[in-house]
C-alpha cells in the first residue's frame, strides 16, 4: 500500500517531466531547421561530372599550395641552442604537425556534410582554425587564411556534388518509372488493341450469322422465327457498332505515344482540405493509377476529380503544374505534384488553358468520412506518437 501511495504521489511529478520533455524537444526541433536556413548554392552546374573535375582540379591545386609553403607562415627565424639548423628543424615539425592536425579535422568535417548541417560542418572548419593558431601563435607559426578559404571552398564543392548526385539519383528514378509506366502502357494498348479486334470480329461474325437465319425465316415464311431474328440482329448490329468504335480507340492508343489521360485526385484524410494531386498515366484503364497511389503508403484512398483525356498528356500535365507551380507543397522537387489550390482555381485553370471540364467538386472521402463518424461515436481520438516512459 505504501509503495502504490508513492506512485500516485510521483505520477504528476513524471507527468511534468515529460510535458517539459516534450517541450524541450521541441525547441531543440526549431533550433535545429533555424540552424540549417536556406542554402544558397555558389555553383549553378547541374552535372555531376564538373562537380567531379572542380574537386579534382581542387584537389591538384590543394598539394601545389602546401607544396609551394602557402599553407603555413611563420615571422620568427628561430635558433634551438644556438643552432638554427635545429631550430629550422623544429619549425618544419610544427608545421607537419599543424597541418596534418587541421587536415585531419578538415577531411572529417568535409567527409561528414550533409544537406542538413553544412553550417555546422564550417564552423567546425573555422573553429579549428582558430584554435590551432592559438596553441602556436608564441612560435610565430599559424596556418594561413588562404588555406582555410581553400579548405571551405572544397567543403562548399563536396556539398553541392553531393546534392547534385540526390537531384540525379532522384531523376534517374523518375526516368525508370516513366519506362516502366509507358512500357506497361504500351503492353495494355496492344492488348486492349488486340481484345477490341477480337470482339469485333466475333461480333461481325455473330451478325452475318444471324443475318443469314433471318432470310432463310423470310424466304421459308416462318413469320415468328423473322422476328426473332430481326430483334437479335438489331442487338447485334448496334454491338458490333461498339465493338468497332472500341477497335478504333484501340488501335489509336497504341499508336499515339504521347495520349494519355491527366488526373485530378485529393485524400483529405492523408493531407487535409484544398489539396490536390495533378498527375498523368497513359494506361488504358487510367484509374488503375490513382488505385496504385492509394496504397499502404497513405492511410486512405484517393478521391478522383478530374480524369481528362488528351493526345499530349504530358504537355498538358505540365501546363497545369506551371499554372499552379506556386502552389505547390514541395518547393524543393517540382516532380512531386501535390499543389495546395482551391477546385474552384483548378476549374479556372483548365478553362485558362482552353480545357473546357466539368470536375467533381465535392471529395465523398469515404473511408475518412466513416473513420471520423466512428470516432464522434465511441470518443475515440487519433493515436498519438508512442511516448515512451521516463524510468520505464
Known sequence: MDVEHEIELLRPQLNELRK??????????DLFFADIGV?????DWNDS???????????????KFVKEGRATFCDANWSMGGSKREGSKLTKDLTKLILRAFNAECEAAVGKVRWNNFKVMRKRIEKSFETINNLVARWKLSLTNQYLQLWLEELTLTHEHKEQLEREREEQRIIRAQIREEE?????????KEDAEKAEREAQEKTEATRKLLE????????EEAAKYEEQ???????????????QR?????????AGH???????GSFGEDVYKIGMTRRMEPLERVKELGDASVPFYFDVHGMIFAEDAPKLENDLHNLFWHRRLNLVNDRKEFFKVSMQEIVDGCNSVGLEVELTLVAEAKEFRQSEAIRRETGSEIPASADSSLGE
Open 20 to 29: 517539459k520533455r516534450d517541450e524541450l524537444n521541441q525547441v531543440n526541433e
Open 39 to 43: 542554402y544558397k548554392p555558389h555553383y
Open 49 to 63: 561530372n564538373r562537380f567531379r573535375l572542380a574537386l579534382d582540379a581542387h584537389y591538384d591545386r590543394h598539394k
Open 184 to 192: 506497361r502502357a504500351r503492353r495494355e494498348a496492344e492488348k486492349a
Open 216 to 223: 432463310a425465316a423470310r424466304l421459308e415464311a416462318r413469320t
Open 233 to 247: 440482329l438489331a442487338q447485334l448490329e448496334t454491338l458490333l457498332i461498339e465493338a468497332h468504335a472500341n477497335s
Open 250 to 258: 484501340a488501335a489509336s492508343m497504341a499508336e499515339l505515344t504521347k
Open 262 to 268: 491527366v488526373y485530378i485526385v485529393s485524400n483529405i
